[in-house]
Structures are given as structure tokens and as C-alpha cells.
């Protein structure tokens, strides 16, 4: 994770199309909010797993969708790593303390909602006893690292974004769930350096 990631290479294999290319801006708006989430490794039966949550239904742009646990960064927060770690801890109840920082995936920004993104990757010895927070977490989905690498897993679909606008949208099926947009794209970067030797 120290030499250059593949980013935009990987972003691309699970970006919905047409591409919104604000997304890869050299330009990010000074406007920007900065949100951190949490890919936490876990072990269990010897195998690597990592949480996704399932968001509540909600008259909002992101209502029940899977994602990472996190969310924005507070004015009192030291950096995007904190804010990843607290956002964490608040959602789906992990000690924060327990957790070695890895290092972080490349900073993905959301044009719709005006925020960029930055994945935290942590480890963690043990499996935590999950308690999803009632109002932002409507169950916690535990997922294999090695079930992404399963050509099966990758699927397209068209969905509907509000005002006309279609997608052609690869996802993971993930225990029947549509994981795509943000969350898929990270998901790829990961997939991308577990499959390089070169990091």
C-alpha cells in the first residue's frame, strides 16, 4: 500500500455507466466535504472477513443501500483515519481501540453528494460482537474477502437514479444485496492489490 495505488484504474471496472467523470476530477470543488469509512479485516474459521451495513429506507439519496461503515468528518476530528474509526464504533459498535491501522485506499470523490471519500483499512485480532446502531444501521452483512474474487459475484444490472437518469451499473452480489456505486468501486481497488505481488 506504500507504492502508488491503482485508484482510477480500479474505481473504473465498477463505476456505473455512463462514466460521471467528475469523479476523477483533477479539480475536487474547495467546497468538498471529507468522510472516512472502514474496511475492518477480521478473522473467523481462518478466512478474512470485513463488514458492510445495510442502510435504513430513508427519504434520502443513500437509503438502502449497502455500504462501509463511516460518514463525515466532525470539526473536531484529527484526520479522515479518526473520523473512519469513530463513524465505526457509532455504527456497528467495535472497540476503535482494537484496531491496527493498515493504511488507507485511494480517495474516491462523489459528485452527487459533494463528498470525498477516503477508505481506511484496518485489522482487527478477533471478531467483534457487532450491535448495529438502530437508527443508521438496518443489519450488518459479514462478508468474505476470497467471495469477491469469485467471477459469479460480479454482475451488471440498470438502475434507476431519479429524474429519467439510468444506469448500467456492475455490482457484487453480496448475501443477495446489490453492492455497487462508492462501495463497489472500493471494493475493486482492494480486490486489485490482493491480486497484485507487486504490493
Do not use: C
Not at 459469479?152 to 437514479?161: A, M, Q
Amino acid at each position: 500500500m506504500r507504492k502508488p495505488l491503482p485508484g482510477k484504474e480500479a474505481h473504473l471496472r465498477m463505476s456505473p455507466q455512463p462514466v460521471d467523470w467528475r469523479r476523477f476530477t483533477l479539480h475536487i470543488p474547495e467546497t468538498h466535504r471529507k468522510s472516512g469509512v472502514l474496511l475492518l479485516i477480521y478473522p473467523e474459521k481462518g478466512i478474512g472477513f470485513f463488514p458492510l451495513i445495510k442502510r435504513p429506507v430513508y427519504a434520502g439519496v443513500h437509503s438502502g443501500q449497502i455500504a462501509l461503515p463511516g460518514g463525515k468528518m466532525e470539526p473536531g476530528d484529527p484526520d479522515v483515519t479518526f473520523t473512519a474509526l469513530r463513524e465505526a464504533e457509532e455504527e456497528i459498535g467495535i472497540d476503535a481501540g482494537k484496531v491496527e491501522v493498515l493504511g488507507k485506499l485511494s480517495d474516491l470523490y462523489i459528485p452527487t453528494s459533494n463528498f470525498l471519500v477516503t477508505p481506511v483499512i484496518g485489522l482487527i485480532s478477533d471478531k467483534p460482537r457487532f450491535v448495529p446502531e438502530q437508527k443508521e444501521v438496518a443489519k450488518i452483512i459479514s462478508t468474505a474477502i476470497y467471495s469477491l474474487t469469485a467471477p459469479e459475484k460480479i454482475k451488471h444490472t440498470e438502475l434507476s437514479v431519479g429524474e429519467g437518469i439510468r444506469l448500467n451499473t456492475p455490482y457484487f452480489d453480496i448475501s443477495g444485496e446489490i453492492v455497487w456505486g462508492a462501495t463497489a468501486m472500493i471494493l475493486s481497488e482492494l480486490l486489485l492489490l490482493l491480486e497484485s505481488k507487486d504490493h
